[in-house]
């Protein structure tokens, strides 16, 4: 079965980055994109970006560029969503989830989430 | 960026009614619109995805319709399970955008 399985809790300090992990198991890799969606406390989802597995081709959301970097290790079947000089205001859960196109799709399979927190 | 508006953001139900959820978008996606459900502390789920059709194993009990700006997500009777928070998303564009989520409570 599809599995994608994130990596633990992280508390940092503002202006540190953050590197979280989403394993993938259950289907071909390289044969799906992986996007990234946060969700703030008591606040909605946000699209960050999409990365294929296929060529490493990324999207980012505008409001993330030049903060954010998706990478993949086909060798592990894995993808990183890492982000840079973090704020208060990126304290959130950050979800990991298949994409069913190349380029931008539903999002059918998800990680259970990494809990980010930013705090001095 | 496409922008998708949900209403209501709030909505309070009995087990048993009919209940509607809008996502209107800012500009044409055709049907490439997807519908989640949220629990507390869960992941979303895929309901429905190109406008209207529905996840396998999602209760037949929900339905989407909708094309160009409109869409509808429908829970034809609802259930204890289905108190939750929804939201659409469109894919039309290659940047993704989520509506702010509708709560539906119990009444």
């Known amino acids: 079965q599809v599995q994608l399985v994130q990596s633990g809790a992280e508390v940092k300090k503002p202006g540190a980055s953050v590197k979280v992990s989403c394993k993938a198991s259950?289907?071909?890799?390289?044969?799906?994109?992986i996007s990234w969606v946060r969700q703030a406390p008591g606040q909605g989802l946000e699209w960050m970006g999409w990365?294929?597995?296929?060529?490493?081709?990324?999207n980012y959301a505008q409001k993330f560029q030049g903060r954010v970097t998706m990478t993949t290790d086909p060798s592990t079947s894995t993808v990183y969503m890492e982000l840079r000089s973090l704020r208060s205001d990126d304290t959130a859960v950050y979800y990991c989830?298949?994409?069913?196109?190349?380029?931008?799709?539903?999002?059918?399979?998800w990680g259970q989430g990494t809990l980010v927190t930013v705090s001095s | 960026d496409i922008q998708m508006t949900q209403s209501p953001s709030t909505l309070s139900a009995s087990v048993g009614d009919r209940v509607t959820i809008t996502c209107r978008a800012s500009q044409s996606i055709s049907t490439w619109l997807a519908w989640y459900q949220q629990k507390p502390g869960k992941a979303p789920k895929l309901l429905i995805y190109?406008?209207?059709s529905l996840e396998s194993g999602v209760p037949s009990r929900f339905s989407g319709s909708g094309s160009g700006t409109e869409f509808t997500l429908t829970i034809s009777s609802l259930q204890p399970d289905d108190f939750a928070s929804y939201y659409c998303q469109q894919y039309n564009s290659y940047s993704q955008t989520f509506g702010q989520g509708t709560k539906v409570e119990i009444k």
């Open positions: 259950g289907y071909t890799f390289t044969a799906y994109g």
């Open positions: 989830a298949r994409e069913e196109a190349y380029g931008g799709s539903y999002l059918s399979y």
């Open positions: 190109m406008a209207s």
């Open positions: 990365i294929s597995a296929y060529n490493g081709n990324t």
